[in-house]
């Protein structure tokens, strides 16, 4: 069979997702999933949608909802571009900004899914190590087709300043993808870069702050040209009608995704608190989760003594993310039998 796969995919390892646990009494804080409830207009459509209708294909330009998209962030309809899932985004990416001999950046650590969707193309991948406090400092003279820039950073949590962004777009001649994922958690966006320049595209994610990581909704914003291109080659009919329609109601409910936010955002707060008197070293989170570096006996065993009382964090086996883990937020009860949890296994 091997001689049947392209060489590229069988050598390469492929995503890895974190754990999906089933069953009562688990504790998932693991692939940072949202805890409260989406917004009640979600759930009033789902009630009005004519069943005839999905037997139709649905608007392959997903108008209505990009109309939403560009007065929220003050934009021509022709600079938004909606996906399945913001992931298809940063795949167009890499097709339309790439030529073979090209090659993909992105911050290491940062979103495990960038350098595999370069390997599915057959692009060279050029990783930017971040620093022993995953701060960021750009090589000189550091070239490529296009950069991925988390922000705020995952898998920690860390937002870069507006400025240093702004001073690398500056310098850079590629694309710049801001990924957005996380930003409604943090206390600024570069969204405004996605116009100003015409090298720039920020992707955005209903997965996180709207509650709705299971609908599969992302967009992003740019300039018409770069815009015009993942049109040109994304799939005829890449969301769903039923998408499309949770989507446009969930973003013109602005309101519940902030009351969404500051939930999570309190909650990170008893979370980074409880886990520094645990002796852990907690990074300045940004997003719904946080990134933390625990005492003795380690990462790993903590991950491990954890997941066998059914409660589930990540844990990444990599040389510079080894030593730490990411935690989502949760609900404050979750994170009590967390911290419960801790006491147990460090003894305190």
Request: hydrophobic share 40%.
């Amino acid at each position: 069979m091997k001689n049947l796969i392209r060489k590229s995919v069988e050598a390469m390892d492929g995503y890895v997702p974190g754990e999906q646990p089933k069953g009562e009494g688990v504790i998932k804080l693991n692939t940072n999933e949202n805890p409260w409830l989406c917004s009640p207009e979600v759930r009033d459509i789902l009630n009005e949608i004519d069943i005839a209708e999905l037997a139709k294909y649905p608007d392959p330009l997903c108008t209505e909802v990009r109309k939403v998209i560009a007065e929220k962030h003050e934009v021509g309809l022709a600079n938004t571009f909606a996906g399945n899932g913001s992931d298809e985004i940063l795949a167009l990416c890499i097709r339309a900004f790439c030529e073979r001999d090209g090659s993909v950046g992105y911050f290491d650590p940062s979103y495990s899914l960038y350098p595999v969707l370069a390997q599915i193309e057959e692009i060279e991948t050029k990783p930017v190590a971040l620093d022993e406090n995953f701060e960021w400092q750009m090589p000189k003279g550091y070239k490529a087709s296009v950069f991925f820039l988390t922000n705020p950073n995952a898998p920690t949590g860390m937002l870069f300043p507006k400025v240093k962004v702004e001073a690398f777009i500056k310098t850079f001649s590629g694309v710049v993808v801001i990924d957005e994922a996380y930003v409604d958690f943090a206390r600024e966006s570069c969204m405004e870069f996605a116009t100003k320049y015409d090298n720039v595209l920020v992707a955005r994610t209903l997965s996180k702050s709207y509650a709705l990581a299971g609908i599969r909704f992302g967009y992003c914003v740019g300039a018409k040209p770069l815009i015009d291109a993942l049109h040109k080659i994304k799939d005829s009919y890449n969301v769903s009608r039923l998408t499309q329609e949770l989507a446009r109601v969930a973003l013109i409910d602005e309101e519940t995704m902030e009351a969404i936010t500051a939930a999570v955002k309190g909650t990170r707060g008893l979370l980074t608190d409880e886990l520094k008197d645990l002796g852990f070293k907690v990074y300045p989170s940004e997003t719904n989760f946080v990134w933390a570096k625990p005492p003795k006996p380690g990462a790993k065993k903590i991950f491990e003594e954890l997941r066998g009382r059914n409660i589930f964090v990540r844990w990444f086996d990599g040389e510079r993310t080894k030593d730490c883990l990411r935690i989502t937020v949760g609900t404050n009860e979750q994170i009590m039998a967390l911290v419960e949890a801790l006491e147990e296994i460090l003894g305190k």
